[in-house]
């Protein structure tokens, strides 16, 4: 209950690592409002939430975080129902394997505005407040794909570098502010998302190496729960079957999350 009375904003909160995020954040005591585009992944985990039976809320806001509009309204929902959001985790995101001659300015559009639009949308609604109150986190699920370029992906790691830019740069406006600024950067992780994108067939036993959602989760709540003099800038994680640095083993095999 190291969250008890605290408020986070989780964005693509309805699967992998996002529902992950929310789900012990709110294990954590804090009250979590869910944002993603299908109001049925977050009703399921919202009652999941409220069965923890330890006080933790769930808003569940059906939301296209690529939209201003919508942002917009997730931002007066949150400050609304609960008056004040101390943690923001910028989660959504999307990927989409191939070369600059396969892909296309469709697929360009709608990876960055996916990953990096949203992240600046829900920054601006969230972040000034917290300066203002001189309090609060922002998390950042990132991606080692924002520390090396990987082969094949190179729309998704231009998003992921922006992230990761963008954070570095907020974060000298941030702490003296009392404000703490997070990137969690995790290597392959299990999720769905490389079996929409091709690079994943589901049993492949290599995946059984790859982080769970849960233990990026881990880390979004280790940021979230640092004391007051400490910030954890990066997390950078790898699983035991993915070398540290470019090439090695299964590396290059949908490594991204």
């Not at 400490?230 to 090695?248: K, Q, T």
Request: some cysteine.
């Amino acid at each position: 209950m190291r969250l008890q009375g605290k408020v986070a904003v989780v964005t693509g909160a309805g699967k992998g690592i996002g529902r992950a995020s929310a789900y012990a954040l709110a294990k954590e005591g804090a009250h979590v409002v869910l944002a993603s585009r299908t109001a049925s992944d977050l009703d399921s985990l919202a009652a999941e939430i409220h069965a923890l039976g330890n006080g933790a809320r769930a808003l569940v806001v059906p939301t296209d975080v690529s939209q201003e509009a919508d942002v917009e309204r997730l931002a007066q929902a949150a400050f609304t129902t609960f008056g004040q959001v101390d943690i923001l985790v910028n989660n959504a995101g999307v990927g989409k394997n191939g070369t600059v001659s396969t892909l296309t300015t469709a697929d360009y559009d709608w990876i960055m505005n996916t990953n990096m639009r949203s992240t600046w949308l829900c920054t601006k609604a969230f972040f000034p407040p917290m300066l203002e109150r001189q309090s609060g986190n922002i998390i950042f699920v990132g991606s080692v794909a924002g520390i090396n370029g990987l082969p094949n992906e190179p729309i998704y790691c231009a998003t992921k570098f922006a992230q990761i830019g963008f954070a570095q740069s907020i974060d000298y406006e941030a702490y003296p502010n009392n404000v703490k600024v997070s990137v969690i950067a995790p290597g392959g992780t299990n999720t769905d998302y490389g079996f929409y994108n091709g690079t994943r067939t589901p049993g492949d036993p290599v995946l059984e190496g790859y982080h769970t959602s849960e233990d990026v989760a881990d880390a979004v709540v280790f940021a979230a729960t640092q004391p007051p003099r400490s910030r954890v800038f990066m997390v950078w994680m790898r699983p035991m079957n993915e070398a540290l640095g470019m090439g090695g083993g299964n590396y290059f095999k949908g490594a991204a999350r």
